[in-house]
C-alpha cells in the first residue's frame, strides 16, 4: 500500500501532503486540548509505534491458501490509543519507513499518511468502529466493529491509491480495471487483517479491559464536529488539486515562453493567441493534461538522444570513477 | 523471521554510515532536506515517455554517493522494496499503450515501454536520493531541524522517540518469534489463530515498556519538552551550496542536456 514518488506527480503529491499537514495540526492541536492527556501517553504512543513498526513485519498463514499476510496497525492504534494520538503515531512510523526503509517515498509521504492514517482515525474509526464498538464492549461487538472498520478503511485507502495514480496520470491503465485489480486484492487483505486486528483487540480487552474503554471513552471527537471536519477536508482537497494543476498546467508553459524570449527560438510563433487561449480553455477543464501529450520532442531526435543520452552516462560514471580515485589517493597520503 | 532480521541489520548498518565524516555528512541537515525535496519533485515532475532529460540527473546519485562514501549494497535493497509496484504500474503501460513512438534499428519501440522504462528510472532516482540524504545524517540532527522548523514538540517527540525503540521492538519481536518457532516445528510464520495473543502480548509489553520508559525519563527530568543543545545558523558557504544546487538542477530540468550533446555532434 506504500506509494513510491515515482507514481505521483508534484501537484498530486504536493496537494495531498497539504491536506496531510493540516489533518496532523488538527490532531496536535486536539491532543493539546484535550484535559485527559498527559505527558505519559507520549512514551506509550511511542513504543507502541514502534511495535507496529515490528508487528507488520510478522507474517502469519493464512489457512488452505498457502500465502501469508501481516497486520497493518491503523485500526488497532485508534482502537487502544483514541484517534488522534493513533495519527500522530502512524505518521511517524510512516516518515520513519520512508526515510529508512525506503517504504514509500518523500514526496508520497502525504499521501501514505492519508491513505493509511488520516482515512482511519478521521473516516473508518469516528464513523464504524466507534459507534458500533461504544454500545457496550464484549468480544462479539470489538469483533464486529474492527473487521467493519478495517475493511472500509483499506478500501478507502485502495480507492484513495487508485484516484491519486491516475490524477497523477502515471498509468495508462483504464481506471476501472484499475480499481477492478485493487478493490478486491484489498477486501480480500482487510478480511484476514480484520480478523487478527479483532483477535489482538479482544485478547487485549480480557486481560487489560481498562485500556480501550479508556480510548473509547475519551469525548475529544463528537459526531457533530467531525462530520464538519470531514467535509471541510474533501472541500479543500477537490480545491487544492485543482489550483495545484492548473498551477502545474500554465507553469511549464510559462518558463518555455521565458525560454523562449531568452534564446530568440521559435517555440513562441508555433503558438498563436486563438491556439492559446482554446488550449487555456481545454486544460481548465481537463483533469492535468499537459502531462500525457504525446507531442513529446523525443520524437523526433530518437536517436540522436540515444547517442546523448550514452554519452552523459558514460559522464557520469568517469565522474563517480574520478572521485573515488581522488579520495584513495587522499587517503593514502595521510 | 528473516524479513525482522532483515530489517534490524538495515537499520543499524544505516546508521554506521551515517556516523561518517565527509563532506556531505557536514552538511547542514536542513539544507540537505531542502535539496533532496526538490530533487525528487523535479524527478517526478518529468512526463511519462521522457527518458533522456532524466539521464543527466544520475549524477547527483554518482557524485554524492562516491563524496559520502555510501556503499552500493543498502541501496540495492531498498530498490527491490520500492521497485515492484511501480514496474506493475508501467508493465500496465506496455500493455495499454502499444502505439509506435519510435523505431530503432529497425525495431519498433511502444510509448508504454518507453513509459515503463521512465518510471522505473524515476523510481531508481527518487530512491537513492532519499538514501543519500538518511546515511550521511544523524537522526538527532533531523530532530532539531524539525524543532526549528516550529514542527509540535509532541510529533518530533514521537519521531525520535520512535527511532529509538524500533530496534528494542524488532528485539522483542524476534525473541517472541524464535520461541513460538522452536515449540511449532514445520510451521510457516505463525498460525493465525495464535496471531491474537502473539500480537495482544506483544503489544501489553511495549504499553509496560513505555509506562516504564516514563518513569525512567520523568526521572531525568522530563516534562514533555524536548530538550536539545542549539546548532549553530547554517554558514553562508551552505547558502551558496544551496542556491547552486538548485540553479544547476532546474537548469537540468528545463535543457535537455543529452539531446544538446547529440545536437552539437
Redo the contacts between chains.
Sequence with gaps: MHMADALLSPPVGLAIAVVTIGAIAYSVNKIKKDESFDEKKIPIMAVSGAFIFAAQMINFTIPGTGSSGHIGGGILLAALLGPFPALLTMAAVLIIQCLFFADGGLLALGANIFNMGVIVSFISYPLIFKPIASKGLSPKRITLATIAAVVTGLQLGAFSVVLETMASDITELPFHVFLLLMQPIHLAIGLTEGVVTAAVLCFIYSMRPEIMEGALTNKSIESKSLKKVIIALVIFTILLAAGFSLFASSFPDGLEWAIGNITGGSEIEKSGTVYNISEKIQEMFAFMPDYSLKTNPEQGTSLAGIIGGTLTLMLAGITGVVINVMKKKKVAKR | MT??SK?TY??HS?EKIAEGETIIHRLNPLTKTIT??LY??L???F???????L??F??YP??F???G?IPLKPLLS??A???P??IF??A??V???Q?T????LGVPIS??LV?LVS??L??GL??I???I??ATTKMPAISRQLIRLKV?T??V???S??????S???E??INM?MAYSLRSPR???????D??????????R??D???R??FA?KCRG???DYKYVPTPEPPALEWLYMISFTALAVILR?V????????I?
Excluded: H
Excluded at chain 2, 256 to 263: F, Y
Design positions: 524479513m525482522l530489517a538495515g537499520f544505516l533532496t525535496f525528487v519533485v524527478v517526478v515532475s512526463d511519462r515517455y521522457s527518458i533522456s532529460g539521464l543527466p544520475l549524477f554518482v557524485v554517493m562516491s563524496l562514501e531498498r530498490l522494496i520500492a521497485l509496484f511501480c504500474a508501467g500496465a503501460n500493455i495499454f499503450d502505439e513512438m519510435l523505431t530503432l510509448y508504454g513509459s518510471i522505473t524515476k523510481a527518487t530512491v536520493a532519499v538514501l540524504l538518511i509540535p509532541i510529533f517527540l514521537l519521531i522517540m520512535i527511532y529509538r525503540y524500533i528494542v521492538a524488532l522483542e519481536t518469534y510451521s510457516k510464520g505463525i498460525k493465525i489463530k496471531m491474537g495473543s502473539f500480537v495482544g502480548q506483544l503489544l501489553l511495549s504499553f515498556r513505555g509506562e520508559v516514563y525519563m522530563f516534562s514533555g528545463l535537455n542536456i543529452p539531446d544538446l550533446i547529440s545536437s555532434i
